[in-house]
């Protein structure tokens, strides 16, 4: 799907850039940890514009002062980030990663390890990983790049992610710094600003309809009061940054490919 934004003509993979890159807008000096190539531009294009104060890394063990192109090395390092200290920031709060999800439910419980019984899985994915200290101890999003009732499901077959009622039934050490904040989708993007945390429709990307999104969903979704707004798109100035200095060779078509108008 395409729109227009003035002159020119904006890809669904260019909203869902913008609309990784709002996750950390207003975040102030903590850690992004954007995983997938979408989540990383915003992470960039967040860093470049309206939140400079991001701490960016190399992926490996240096912090970078800049913004480079996809794919590419930074030429600027601030400073060293061995794992030793990158989980210090986990563990105090300073970060704010936005993680992959194989299934995610209407509380923000997220699978990445296995589908099927625990015992006997279909499925063996990543591992739980890092996935309950991350939800436990800071902000953490979600990047979905193919929103089905696959990945959207009315229980996720094992918990990695801690998600709202989990949290709660746990008591105030899990929820004194849970913080589930949004996910972003193909189709939208969504957080959990309701009165019983789960799920709720936040915005649309152009071209989709709410029906879109209801059926490629393995649960009822909440909707705001007066109409679903339209995700934002990106400036003339955030256009260019996208295409000419972060992602010049359209690496974010790969994982979000362009649809017919």
Same mark, same amino acid.
């Given at each position: 799907?395409?729109?227009?934004?003035?002159?020119?003509?904006?890809?669904?993979?260019?909203? %869902? +850039?913008?609309?990784? =890159?709002?996750?950390? &807008?207003?975040?102030?000096? !903590?850690?992004?940890? /954007?995983?997938? @190539?979408?989540?990383?531009?915003?992470?960039?294009?967040?860093?470049?514009?309206?939140?400079?104060?991001?701490?960016?890394?190399?992926?490996?063990?240096?912090?970078?002062?800049?913004?480079?192109?996809?794919?590419?090395?930074?030429?600027?390092?601030?400073?060293?980030?061995?794992?030793?200290?990158?989980?210090?920031?986990?563990?105090?709060?300073?970060?704010?990663?936005?993680?992959?999800?194989?299934?995610?439910?209407?509380?923000?419980?997220?699978?990445?390890? %296995? +589908?099927?019984?625990? =015992?006997?899985?279909? &499925?063996?994915?990543?591992? !739980?990983?890092?996935? /309950?200290?991350? @939800?436990?101890?800071?902000?953490?999003?979600?990047?979905?790049?193919?929103?089905?009732?696959?990945?959207?499901?009315?229980?996720?077959?094992?918990?990695?992610?801690?998600?709202?009622?989990?949290?709660?039934?746990?008591?105030?050490?899990?929820?004194?710094?849970?913080?589930?904040?949004?996910?972003?989708?193909?189709?939208?993007?969504?957080?959990?600003?309701?009165?019983?945390?789960?799920?709720?429709?936040?915005?649309?990307?152009?071209?989709?309809?709410?029906?879109? +999104?209801?059926?490629?969903?393995?649960?009822?979704?909440?909707?705001?009061?007066?109409?679903?707004?339209?995700?934002?798109?990106?400036?003339?100035?955030?256009?260019?940054?996208?295409?000419?200095?972060?992602?010049?060779?359209?690496?974010?078509?790969?994982?979000?490919?362009?649809?017919?108008?």
């Amino acid at each position: 799907m395409t729109a227009d934004a003035g002159p020119m003509t904006v890809t669904r993979a260019e909203y %869902c +850039v913008v609309a990784c =890159a709002e996750v950390w &807008r207003g975040a102030g000096e !903590v850690l992004a940890s /954007p995983m997938g @190539t979408v989540p990383a531009l915003g992470a960039r294009l967040a860093k470049r514009t309206f939140s400079p104060e991001l701490l960016l890394t190399d992926g490996e063990a240096l912090l970078v002062g800049d913004a480079p192109e996809a794919g590419n090395g930074a030429p600027v390092t601030e400073g060293w980030l061995p794992y030793r200290r990158h989980l210090a920031l986990v563990a105090t709060g300073r970060r704010h990663v936005m993680m992959g999800a194989s299934q995610i439910d209407r509380y923000g419980n997220q699978n990445i390890s %296995c +589908v099927g019984d625990w =015992a006997r899985p279909s &499925r063996q994915l990543l591992g !739980v990983r890092g996935a /309950p200290v991350n @939800t436990l101890n800071h902000p953490t999003s979600y990047w979905v790049p193919r929103h089905s009732p696959r990945t959207f499901v009315e229980r996720v077959d094992m918990v990695c992610g801690v998600g709202y009622d989990r949290a709660a039934a746990a008591g105030p050490s899990a929820t004194r710094f849970h913080d589930v904040r949004e996910v972003v989708s193909d189709l939208g993007v969504f957080d959990f600003d309701t009165p019983d945390r789960t799920m709720r429709v936040r915005s649309l990307h152009p071209g989709v309809r709410l029906a879109d +999104v209801r059926e490629a969903t393995g649960f009822a979704l909440r909707v705001p009061d007066g109409g679903v707004p339209v995700t934002r798109a990106p400036d003339a100035a955030e256009l260019r940054l996208i295409r000419e200095v972060l992602d010049p060779g359209g690496l974010r078509d790969r994982e979000v490919p362009p649809c017919g108008p």
